[in-house]
């Protein structure tokens, strides 16, 4: 089966701290994608990657980087979290078949 | 540009009613169309899914027919189930580079 694991199911964070969102997936594939999602909105990219040290900005990658030491692992890094950050962060891997695979999503709150 | 409308919800229907769930694309060539599923805590699963015009995808009783003329993919069931209540988003692949709509949450009542 298909596995896409996010580390974190919940997180609440300070404004100002530095948040790390770890994201490993089992099937070996090269792209994969971190988006949030909030109300009314729907997902939005914010970085996505198709191998390993590669990284594209997405649609919102503004207060966000990310970082791809190994193909299985895709890290989000939120330099300086802020309020407006506050959302549910998904994960996704794809292959050549198109279809993304999906993390159980982070909820994070920065308070 | 590449995206993607879909109906905003929420929708709410009985047992055993018919579902349809509009979604209308915009693109610049030739997408791939996609139904994804969110339950209540948790990630996106893969609905169903059309790689070019005409194709019907199916899938748990749902399906969706690819329109290029219409610019259209929207999701039907003809009998939906208290266990079907989730947010439902379409979504076009283009390049590997995915679009989603903004989701429309179906409550289904006993």
């Known amino acids: 089966d298909v596995k896409v694991t996010q580390s974190s199911r919940y997180l609440v964070k300070r404004t100002g701290e530095k948040v790390f969102l770890e994201c490993v997936q089992d099937?070996?594939?090269?792209?994969m994608f971190w988006y949030r999602q909030d109300p009314g909105l729907g997902l939005r990219l914010i970085y996505f990657?198709?191998?390993?040290?590669?990284?594209e900005k997405g649609d919102i990658p503004e207060g966000y980087s990310v970082s791809r030491e190994k193909k299985e692992r895709f890290s989000l890094i939120l330099e300086s979290a802020s309020t407006n950050q506050t959302s549910m962060y998904l994960c996704?891997?794809?292959?050549?078949?198109?279809?993304?695979?999906f993390g159980a999503g982070t909820r994070l709150s920065v308070l | 540009g590449n995206s993607v409308t879909q109906m905003e919800g929420p929708v709410t229907l009985s047992e055993e009613a018919f579902l349809t769930i509009n979604c209308t694309y915009t693109a610049t060539g030739y997408p791939s169309l996609f139904w994804y599923v969110q339950y209540p805590g948790e990630g996106l699963q893969l609905l169903l899914k059309a790689t070019k015009a005409d194709d019907k995808g199916s899938n748990k009783g749902f399906e969706a027919t690819y329109r290029k003329e219409t610019t259209s993919f929207h999701l039907e069931k003809g009998s939906v189930q208290v266990s079907d209540s989730a947010v439902y988003f379409c979504?076009?692949?283009?390049?590997?580079?995915?679009?989603f709509g903004s989701g429309t949450k179906l409550n289904v009542k006993p």
């Open positions: 099937m070996d594939h090269e792209n």
């Open positions: 996704a891997s794809s292959f050549q078949t198109n279809i993304q695979y």
């Open positions: 990657s198709y191998d390993v040290k590669m990284k």
């Open positions: 979504a076009l692949s283009f390049f590997n580079k995915f679009y």
